[in-house]
């Protein structure tokens, strides 16, 4: 059974720094390509980062490029994205997500696995 825990969630002001963390288990991700998505409160779900099974050149959306830093730790099976500079749009729940194969990172429906989601609040 694939599980994919977010954590690391939280409020944090405005300019401040959150790093989220997803341990996935019945997966191995670095055979994976893994993301993060974010869903606001009346908004569709957004991609945010991810990363492709061989580690290399990972994507971001420009709403978050050169602040947010997706990463992974294969001894520990969990990917991480570090949220820097953080500001109010960046409030949001957040979900990891994996794919076997993907043609485009950033299109949620190309997942394959899904979290429960971390709630982050930034405060102005």
């Known amino acids: 059974q694939v599980q994919l825990v977010e954590s690391g969630g939280g409020l944090v002001q405005t300019g401040g720094s959150l790093r989220l963390s997803c341990a996935a288990s019945?997966?191995?991700?670095?055979?994976?390509?893994t993301g993060w998505f974010r869903q606001a409160p009346g908004k569709e779900r957004e991609f945010v980062a991810a990363i492709r099974w061989s580690g290399v050149m990972p994507w971001y959306s420009d709403s978050v490029k050169g602040r947010f830093t997706i990463s992974r730790d294969n001894a520990k099976n969990t990917v991480y994205l570090q949220m820097n500079s953080v500001k109010p749009e960046d409030t949001a729940v957040y979900y990891c997500a994996a794919a076997a194969r993907v043609g485009r990172a950033a299109d949620p429906r190309e997942y394959d696995y899904w979290g429960q989601g971390t709630q982050v609040t930034v405060s102005s």
């Open positions: 019945g997966v191995t991700i670095s055979r994976y390509t």
